[in-house]
């Protein structure tokens, strides 16, 4: 079974650039989560999918972050424009529903902004 | 609001030693606890995980967890530490929706 797919993976940017990351689930999970992991910290949710609606969004920073999932299968993350305090890796993760479900995570994305 | 509290940055052993990293976690109801691995370059692996029923839970690689309500920690223990299992260790909590909340993390290194 294929896992969660994310590209790309590594990306170099300057600041006030935008940035895009994909990310694919595994066939047939409904729920999918985007997360930010800072440089020696635990990830942190950004946003979190059911299908293609928005379940929470609480602490995506909504002025410069986007997040979709317009077919309810893969997803895309987008920054416009980037901070200096972005850089870190963008985990995509995914689980079969929103319950008591194991959360598979992809090899994510590392963004540096320069 | 949950939170997770690992006390531990960094943990060095020797092969073949015993391990035990900490977990703290506040959660007003019930927790479901998590521990992951993530190598280097790699996503996050779950270990193990807690959600009800024998407080010491086993996972895989030989590490095994015990959930201690009184003392809401949730260790993680292995008898006999591999190189393979140098890495970095979070444990996370479960609220709402199965929305996990992350501590921040033990970097294991293992010494030959």
């Known amino acids: 079974e294929a896992g969660v797919a994310q590209s790309p993976r590594y990306k170099i940017i300057e600041k006030r650039q935008s940035v895009a990351f994909w990310c694919n689930p595994i066939s047939g999970h409904a729920t999918l989560y985007w997360y930010q992991q800072i440089l020696g910290q635990g990830p942190k949710l950004l946003i979190q999918?059911?299908?293609?609606?928005?379940?929470?969004d609480s602490q995506l920073p909504k002025d410069r972050f986007s997040a979709e999932r317009l077919k309810g299968v893969d997803s895309t993350l987008k920054i416009q424009p980037a901070k200096l305090e972005d850089s870190a890796v963008y985990l995509c993760?995914?689980?079969?529903?929103?319950?008591?479900?194991?959360?598979?995570f992809g090899p994510g994305t590392r963004l540096t902004v320069l | 609001a949950q939170s997770v509290t690992q006390p531990d940055i960094h943990i060095t052993v020797s092969e073949g030693a015993s391990l035990e990293l900490r977990c703290n976690y506040s959660?007003?109801?019930?927790?479901?606890l998590f521990w992951y691995v993530q190598s280097p370059g790699q996503g996050l692996q779950l270990l193990l995980k807690y959600f009800s029923g024998d407080t010491l839970v086993q996972g895989i690689k030989g590490f095994e967890a015990e959930f201690k309500r009184s003392q809401s920690s949730f260790n993680l223990r292995k008898p006999s530490v591999h190189w393979s299992d140098a890495a970095e260790y979070f444990c996370a909590v479960r609220g709402a929706g199965n929305m996990l909340t992350f501590g921040g993390g033990t970097r294991l290194m293992v010494k030959p």
């Open positions: 999918f059911q299908n293609n609606g928005v379940v929470d």
């Open positions: 993760a995914s689980s079969f529903t929103s319950g008591n479900n194991e959360q598979f």
């Open positions: 959660y007003g109801a019930t927790p479901y």
